[in-house]
């Protein structure tokens, strides 16, 4: 698969989609059987409690992933990504009411970075509950 998106179709400040995911506990159930992640306070309301967290919380993976998501969508070809980083922030918590919470993420092509690879730096902003979750995230991605 090659991306979708022209490398000259897009310059620093170029918007992509904004997204928001939702998040539940079935989902960090079925996360947490597919990464071998049990760890209990992505389940376990009482555990996540104890040891001092406000209530269940998403994998720090999991969140990274549902993010990322914005930039392969966009491009068309998950294989178009190059690189990604990001920096833990807060957690996403993760309450048993019913909706759970919410990912919500802006990105924005922040640099063309090499024409002759054909690659951009896009920013993401990635929040939950009003409050950023995920700080200096970046993916480098390849274009058409």
Partial sequence: ???????????????????????????????????????????????????????????????????????????GDPGSLVEYGVRFTKPVVVPDDGEGAVIEVAAKVGAKLDDEARTVQVDLTVTSAGQKVLSMSRAVVRLA
């Fill in 1 to 75: 698969m090659t991306a979708k998106v022209a490398y000259t179709d897009v310059e620093a400040g170029t918007e992509l989609p904004t997204r928001a995911f939702p998040v539940d506990r079935e989902r960090l159930v079925r996360y947490a059987g597919a990464s071998g992640d049990f760890n209990p306070i992505h389940w376990n309301e009482r555990f996540a409690k104890d040891v001092g967290l406000p209530d269940v919380i998403a994998h720090g993976m999991f969140t990274m992933a549902e993010a990322v998501r914005v930039v392969t969508d966009w491009a």
